[in-house]
């Protein structure tokens, strides 16, 4: 059968815009439930296909591919003149991810997980009532263990339940505070989910979007300060899409061929006869004697809260939003048919803030950080009859195989029957998208003033990596390698000297910027691990990712013995060439703990509204210390204040 969807299907064009507009329920805020389709306007029967279930790891107690891929319920605001409205609510709820196992506790927004698609049309104002009715202490068992003398072979990260483990002291009181951040909305700071701001339950969040940008998926996620890492494990995500005119107009797939695809990672507990109950378990690995903390990975992959499900598609183009909702873990997704990789199966049509010019295949992987949102676009006409599989993978590993050092015991992600019919439909890939975006280069960006600099370092004294703000700074008088201090030799040979202004939240500066202005950020990562960034208040374009050796930064000192030196430049990935708000700092794939490469990653950040926000690294389990806040002011206020560039 077709995916299980949230809504009927609406014509196209100005009258589907008007049904978007105006909502189709009958309250504010009203859910639209989930409801099989096989019947409903514009469905198409699918009929039988090939695939079926398959066992998984033995250690993981689960079949893949039993249960069929779950669509998010919708939820559309009513119409109210001159904006929209909404209210979603936020309640604890007991939630099925695989039928072979019982139902998880989890935190939600209106008690499914992932929350609710909210659906808007672009160029409405949207005011939402952030209802926090959450009851219980948050329903997550923090543990972690330790590799006393490096990374173990076999992880316990790989495996389900607590044995070999301890608590995390401080979790399991975590009472429920909450503070919703909308993802890659161009809203002020007022607007934007601070995340000190919390509201208890009772309590509600009043938020005011613009809501004027590209048609796009964004998604919706708590920002509770310290405890988002524990907040959006327990549940606390959904998808946000906006549509305009711009897109109605290309014609794609729609309905039940327009399917979001939010990805996530979990581990669950186990009784005492080693069956799976429903409570989520956090487990990380802590490295050596200085108990170093390795990225979160856990062995269920989830797909709109399902593990490992199944699609039925029609031998036709289909259009997927896939949303990285994990806390920290890559995915490096490939389509397989037959056990082997197809290229350019997959076409990206959009990027984390709207659709791009043109559709770009992707021929290798398509690797996705935590944060980040593509579209793109698929053809099953040509595999009619046939399974497909979308699979994570590691670089340098056969893609399908299994990797227990990398925390990949079960490298599927879901399987997709395709039915064997005559291909049907009249749908055309286009040759151009969107007419709006142009494609930034370096000439299109101020030069009349200094970049920032980010430098991501691994940990020193303290068992996590650091996000350090650097400024430019004359050598004369330097001593190398000092703390805090970084040279830079960049590819005509040119050498900037950078010196390390801030790393903790509260260090006191902050990167202060001139609302409406463009600015050049360098994010160089000096660690063994990437990282992906993510900016409030603003989006921005990626100009360039570069190779650098990093074997002069002294770990020890802290700072440089010789420059960090380019050695080659590196191509942008398919979905790196859009709009951003979310860029991965480092080499994808499988990263060796002595590396020697690092990378540059320059970007053209636009500041459209004002306020006070955060830059960060969006792995969860470092945004608690890997943060600093960001201030966006009218320009004027910052010449009458004896302010500009630089920091606050």
Request: contains cysteine; charged residues 20%.
């Amino acid at each position: 059968m077709e995916p299980t969807a949230s809504e009927a299907f609406e014509p196209s064009g100005l009258n589907r815009r008007a049904l978007l507009r105006c909502g189709t329920m009958a309250g504010l805020g009203a859910l639209v439930a989930a409801a099989p389709l096989l019947k409903s306007q514009g469905a198409v029967a699918v009929a039988a296909s090939a695939g079926g279930p398959e066992p998984s790891a033995p250690e993981l107690k689960l079949t893949k591919f039993r249960d069929p891929l779950r669509i998010p319920p919708v939820l559309r605001p009513r119409d109210r003149g001159d904006h929209d409205e909404l209210t979603v609510r936020m309640r604890t709820a007991d939630v099925t991810v695989h039928s072979e196992m019982p139902p998880v506790t989890m935190w939600t927004y209106e008690g499914v997980f992932p929350g609710p698609t909210i659906k808007t049309v672009s160029g409405r104002p949207l005011r939402v009532v952030w209802e926090n009715r959450l009851s219980g202490n948050i329903p997550v068992k923090a543990v972690d263990f330790v590799s006393p003398t490096g990374r173990a072979p076999d992880p316990l990260t790989n495996y389900p339940g607590t044995a070999g483990t301890q608590e995390v002291a401080g979790v399991a009181g975590l009472e429920p505070w909450a503070a919703v951040h909308l993802h890659g909305m161009l809203t002020g700071g007022g607007n934007d989910g601070w995340m000190e701001n919390l509201i208890g339950p009772g309590d509600v969040q009043l938020s005011a979007y613009p809501n004027d940008q590209a048609a796009t998926t964004l998604w919706y996620h708590d920002h509770t300060h310290h405890v988002s890492r524990f907040s959006v494990y327990a549940g606390l995500a959904g998808l946000f899409l906006s549509r305009n005119e711009e897109e109605e107009a290309l014609g794609l797939p729609e309905g039940a061929r327009d399917v979001p695809l939010v990805l996530s990672d979990r581990n669950f507990d186990v009784d005492e006869s080693g069956a799976l109950v429903g409570r989520l378990v956090h487990k990380v690995e802590m490295i050596g004697p200085q108990k170093l903390m390795r990225a979160h990975a856990a062995p269920y992959t989830l797909v709109n809260g399902v593990v490992w499900p199944y699609l039925d598609v029609a031998p036709r183009w289909y259009r997927f939003r896939i949303a990285n909702a994990a806390n920290s873990r890559m995915y490096r997704l490939m389509l397989l048919a037959d056990g082997k990789p197809v290229p350019g199966a997959l076409k990206v049509i959009g990027t984390d803030q709207g659709l791009i010019d043109k559709p770009l295949a992707v021929e290798g992987a398509l690797n996705l950080s935590p944060g980040e949102r593509v579209d793109v676009l698929v053809d099953f006409s040509a595999f009619r009859g046939q399974a497909l599989k979308l699979v994570n993978t590691l670089e340098g590993i056969v893609p399908g195989a299994s990797n227990k050092l990398n925390d990949l015991l079960e490298p599927d992600v879901m399987q997709f029957r395709v039915a064997d019919q005559r291909p049907s439909g009249r749908f055309v890939l286009p040759e151009a998208l969107s007419p709006t975006f142009k494609r930034l280069t370096h000439e299109d960006v101020p030069h009349d003033r200094a970049p920032r600099w980010v430098v991501v370092v691994g940990p020193g004294s303290t068992n996590v990596p650091e996000l350090w703000e650097m400024e430019e700074v004359d050598p004369a008088g330097l001593t190398f390698p000092a703390a805090g201090v970084v040279q830079v030799r960049d590819a005509e040979g040119a050498i900037v000297t950078l010196r390390r202004t801030a790393t903790a939240y509260d260090d006191g500066n902050a990167f202060t910027v001139a609302h409406g202005s463009t600015e050049v950020w360098k994010y160089l990562n000096l660690a063994a691990s990437p990282h992906p960034m993510h900016i409030h208040l603003s989006h921005f374009q990626v100009l360039s990712r570069e190779n650098y050796d990093i074997s002069g930064f002294d770990r020890a000192t802290r700072g440089s013995s010789r420059p960090i030196a380019f050695k080659a430049a590196a191509a942008l990935e398919a979905h790196e060439l859009g709009e951003k708000d979310v860029i991965r700092v480092g080499t994808a794939g499988q990263i060796g703990p002595n590396a020697t490469v690092g990378e540059l990653v320059t970007v053209a950040v636009r500041f459209p509204v004002v306020g006070r926000g955060v830059h960060h690294c969006h792995m969860l389990e470092h945004e608690q210390h890997m943060v600093r806040p960001l201030v966006v002011s009218p320009a004027a206020h910052l010449q009458a204040g004896g302010g500009g560039h630089g920091h606050h």
